[in-house]
């Protein structure tokens, strides 16, 4: 785990480009410039190549997608692909709408993502298992987390971070797990795109997109544990001020005092 | 008053589709999940039908509508109508654009609210009476709120929530009249559209209508009167972020302390 | 420098049409709120002749656009050049990205903008001038920053504001430089927005466009520059919240009483 890889990313500050879904979209923003990458977002192809050309990496946002969303989405994963920028991909809501995982797995036939986050069931979804899941959040079912996380890796052939209380995150191989985290982090709806977003910024500054991967989720998940430790009951619009000043603030020093990861 | 609703909104999170505005969609969404339920959102015909499918309740918010999104709103009301699921609109601004209020006439003659929530302007326009509104915001004007109230209620057949420093909820037969609630509403521009997101929500846990959406009212108006009072002179910066800590928190028992309505 | 301007700004409550960015557009429709105008979005141009006529001043934000958009960007401003209703132009990453670049260009062949504001970057690139930008930011070059500012206001018959440390008004022949700000403005995304917004608030209320600048960059400057002092070592997400709060309580003496400008 190099959580040094955070000096790194301030000092570079990388280009981010995102896809992202319009709901969360000035947080994703907001949360990647506060830790210390450089957010642009677009939603028109004419200018694709020349915005990932900008890029050290691009995520793609699945959440609240229209079909010509859906197509500039592809032409920006295959322009990702093409110009060798890592790619991410947040599957929003593929495991409770039956439409969106279809949609997703059509799209991860003519583009290959370096990494894929999700929770258990949009997870499960892209690995083709079953798992129960309600509205954009994961919901209950069977399954050990850490075999369906690497079934989806093994079956896409790329990383793959199951977000929830405990982060899986594996490339098929190897398999670490972040227990940090804070259950505050679900009263806030962006959490996990800006998550996935802060992957892209990592990815940008490692090359071994595993080790980015598990940087990324343990650098949020603490920076979340240790904002949601300063008070004692603490609600979701303070919690949302504070990550944001947190990202800025907190030092890998800091970090690594918490981390907690098997 | 059923105040003990909130408990029951709290324990069946229900999911709540919304069709919303890109200007206030991300504080809408968070203001559900902060209440308890949970928000789903999409601009995707496709999959409106699953969506729809999904939901507890659907809510319409007409801010910012361009042709197509208004296409889809359409869809996404009959929807709703078919699959009987509680249907809540927020006319915004068609007291203030007449092509607005053209556009949401001819929608009320496709689909059947089950309620309308909107400022005095907006109420006033879509009964049919003569009232001035500036921008998004109510006006001036004369007319008794309650008659307007009830007006728009009975030509339209559904719930009328008219918003302003006195809630009137009405279904044409039945009034209340909610006096909790705070200038600072106004001050963050998002709070109307919460609120009708919070009236379906409501909605969803309630089959009497009339009840749901006089008590989402209360609740919403008594819980900002809590925050308000929190402070001397408080900002709208301040009051969104504990606004959102709130909707987490007060108790049932804390909203019935201060409520207000005859 | 009129900055008693803001007192007539909160007391006329001019409505602000804004072509907003989707990354930003809660935070610039906030801002505007706090500061006592009133914002009014749209993305159709149906209604877009009405909504010019509705309101005091327009301003096009250029980022995040699509060419649907690049369209209804280019009908707004001329309803508004038609209507001679002040015209805001914020010129988003046309100094990093040649797309926008060019069709920013077109656009100004089609509209005449009152006041473009944007970074150096930005700037130059609208001036015909070589610099060197990065991402959503102005990046480092040579060229003096009056001289860039006054060969754009020049070029496109209009005020241009080039935002930095130092802010540049000019309308070609009179320049202000405006030293009030904090480098926090640049840890939240959505800050130049929301002056350009603002820019057109006082534009409404002061038909000089030239004061009407200088003093919209003034008062937005000194009023953030008043929030970073409140705290030692102040976060992103700390300092919008303290922001609006500061839009909408700061005093025309209290902004006197910091004002630095030549």
Redesign the interface.
Known sequence: MKIALLDQLREQNP?VFNI????????V??GL??LGA???????V??AD??VG?AGAVCLNL?????PQVKQITTVGQLANRQHKPLVIDPV?VG?????AQVATELLQTIDPDVIRGNAGEIAALAGLDWQA????AGQGSGDLVTIAQTCARKHHCVVILSGPTDVITDGQRTVQVDNGTPLFQ????SGDMLSSIVAAFCAVEPDTFEAAQTACLVFAAIGQRVAGTAE??????F??????????TTVAEIEAVAAYK
């Open positions: 280009i992202s879904n319009f709901v969360t979209v000035q947080d923003a907001n410039n506060a450089s957010p642009i977002m677009s939603e028109e004419a200018e020349e915005m900008l959440g609240a997608f229209t079909l809501a409770a709408v039956r439409f969106r309600k509205g954009i959040d009263t806030h709806v962006g009951r603490m609600g979701a619009g303070t949302i001020t504070k990550l944001m000043d947190a990202l800025q603030f």
